[in-house]
């Protein structure tokens, strides 16, 4: 599918260049900055109305109220999500209450951004990933690549990992290295948790994709991190 999509790309545009970034499962939300100050926060919706959680999102840390550049307008679009362990802190204290726990982390987040009462929201700990820049006033920007680089100077959090390729084969391994990159932080974080210095993995996976032999390196990797500090 990638190989095919590249191919279609380079027989429509001369010398196309690709971002290839990880993806967050969250709820999407906008963020519209005037002189470099939040003014409105909003849910995507309907893809043309969307809910006003400004005050919500005023909340997320990680969502800088002012931007290091007093742009006369900028509008950026990014995914809200809640931290694995702050969920599963959630989903016990619901259970513990009598409450219908959340099924995932995303409705969690969306839930969360939809409360009426903002201070319910900051006890959520939501965290964000500015992914893309909608709309810019008194800046231009060519490539997407360049907006990732700029929003990271305005400083907003962006997607880490990402990368701009050329063909379809480094897009392929662009992504498998972000996605082992990925299982590595889990296992590492995973890892210190218990305080287990052995484990067993068992990986069903296609051999050419070398998926398999990636993910059993990495769980090696960990583990002997994991040996050293104990």
Not at 2 to 7: A, D, G, K
Request: proline share 4%; charged share 25%; aromatic share 6%.
């Amino acid at each position: 599918q990638v190989r095919s999509f590249v191919e279609t790309v380079q027989q429509a545009v001369d010398k196309p260049q690709f971002v290839v970034e990880p993806k967050i499962d969250g709820l999407s939300v906008s963020l519209e900055y005037h002189n470099g100050e939040l003014a409105i926060g909003s849910t995507r919706g309907d893809g043309f109305v969307g809910e006003d959680v400004t005050s919500n999102l005023k909340t997320v840390k990680s969502i800088p109220i002012k931007i290091n550049e007093e742009l006369p307008l900028i509008e950026v679009r990014g995914e809200t999500y809640m931290p694995r362990n702050v969920f599963l802190n959630l989903v016990k204290e619901q259970e513990d209450n009598d409450e219908q726990p959340f099924k995932n982390p995303r409705n969690a987040a969306a839930g969360s951004l939809r409360q009426k009462d903002p201070k319910i929201a900051a006890k959520r700990k939501l965290d964000i990933f500015v992914f893309n820049v909608q709309q810019i006033e008194g800046k231009e920007l060519t490539s997407h690549k360049e907006s990732l680089d700029y929003l990271k100077t305005l400083g907003f959090k962006t997607i880490p990992d990402y990368k701009r390729v050329s063909t379809a084969d480094e897009a392929r391994l662009t992504a498998l290295h972000a996605i082992c990159l990925q299982i590595f932080r889990y296992l590492t974080q995973k890892l210190l948790e218990i305080r287990k210095y052995s484990c067993v993995v068992s990986i069903q996976a296609n051999e050419k994709s070398g998926y398999a032999s990636c993910v059993q390196s990495l769980c090696g990797i960990a583990l002997r991190m994991i040996c050293r500090q104990g």
